[in-house]
């Protein structure tokens, strides 16, 4: 017995010089301890030994099988060897430089948002923030907008059910919440929680509800301005937008304040731009912001003192900015994450 189990070792050993594959392996597996196997065969006939020589044959075929499996062990890490490098193709060179990942790189509206808050920031403009769901009061009364002003239509906000009420802030009775539709309910919020005189500039996003086109979309984005201090003017307002529009789109470009109305704002403009290289645009005047001096009605519903305080204020569209800038002629192009589009921003 001991002799028969030796030679089925030794056999195996010979006979898996030859393996060189997964298959080949599992045949070779089979023809030892597969249910017809040579050793199988073997423990089949243990039963039929006597009682003492049962122990001996029993640790005799043990240590066969103990071989066998190290055999089999030795074979797979071999096959698998082969299969790696078989897959790798030619011998690898760890010292060649890693294939190129391609860099990401920031959205084209984050890129313009940073470059506009860049400009504020050398006037001295610090970022704030504010939430983007809002009350109906920090988004509309707060800011003089009457109940019965456009803006607050159903059809134009998008509010939010009972559920989403504030329990922590709430102003007057039971009060509606919703998506804001515009960065102004930040200037607001800093006016409630600051002591002037600050300077702050907001970016954020807004929501309305617009049926989607080449030029809206219901998820857009703001930046706000507000600027208060004592006897702040129109001259500083002119020279604020100045600069941000020179800092934006080079020297030679030019601003005009044509009177308008806003609810929060007495006077109350559009601020038109006009620069030279602008492509098709070049030359002519383009709408890009409204502005104002801070009306002195928001001032006093945000805790301060007309007599004492005075402000300036603008909210402009990140996206029409941008859209300017770049020669980008549909919003769509900033939300459908087609890399071909973002690319050419990188
Ligand atoms: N909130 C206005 C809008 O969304 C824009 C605006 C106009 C902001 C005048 C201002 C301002 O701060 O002074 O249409």
């Not at 060179?93 to 391609?102: K, W």
């Not at 005075?310 to 919003?331: C, K, P, Q, T, W």
Request: charged residues 25%; aromatic residues 6%.
């Amino acid at each position: 017995m001991q002799q028969q189990l030796a030679s089925i070792v030794d056999a195996a050993r010979q006979d898996s010089v030859a393996v060189t594959t997964r298959a080949e392996m599992e045949a070779f597996k089979a023809r030892v301890v597969g249910p017809n196997g040579s050793l199988t065969q073997v423990m089949k006939g243990l039963g039929a030994l006597s009682k003492e020589e049962r122990p001996v044959v029993g640790r005799l075929l043990n240590e066969a099988k103990r071989e066998i499996e190290e055999l089999l062990a030795a074979l797979l890490a071999k096959v698998e060897d082969a299969e790696i490098a078989d897959a790798l193709g030619a011998p690898t060179d760890p010292s060649l430089p890693s294939p190129e990942v391609p860099a990401g790189s920031a959205h084209p509206l984050s890129r313009t948002r940073e470059r506009i808050l860049a400009s504020f920031r050398k006037l001295g403009l610090t970022v704030a923030e504010g939430p983007e769901v809002e009350t109906e009061w920090h988004c509309f009364d707060a800011l003089n907008t009457p109940a019965d002003h456009p803006a607050r239509d159903m059809q134009d906000t998008l509010y939010l059910p009972a559920a989403f009420r504030s329990a922590d802030a709430p102003r007057k009775g039971a009060e509606s919440v919703l998506l804001r539709t515009h960065t102004s309910s930040v200037q607001v919020r800093t006016m409630l929680s600051r002591k002037p005189p600050f300077r702050i500039v907001a970016p954020g996003r807004c929501f309305r509800r617009d049926a989607v086109d080449a030029t809206h979309s219901a998820n857009f984005h703001q930046v706000e301005g507000l600027w208060i201090d004592r006897q702040v003017t129109l001259a500083d307002l002119r020279g604020v937008l100045d600069f941000f529009v020179k800092e934006t789109f080079g020297p030679d470009a030019e601003i005009r304040l044509r009177p308008s109305f806003f609810p929060f704002t007495e006077p109350s403009f559009e601020m038109d731009l006009r620069s030279p290289n602008l492509g098709r645009l070049s030359g002519r005047w383009l709408e890009i912001m409204g502005c104002g001096l801070v009306d002195p009605k928001v001032l006093e519903l945000c805790g301060l003192d007309p007599k004492v305080w005075s402000g300036l204020a603008f909210g402009l569209g990140l996206e029409r900015i941008a859209m300017l800038v770049h020669g980008i002629d549909d919003i769509r192009h900033f939300y459908a994450n087609d890399a071909r589009f973002l690319r050419q921003f990188a």
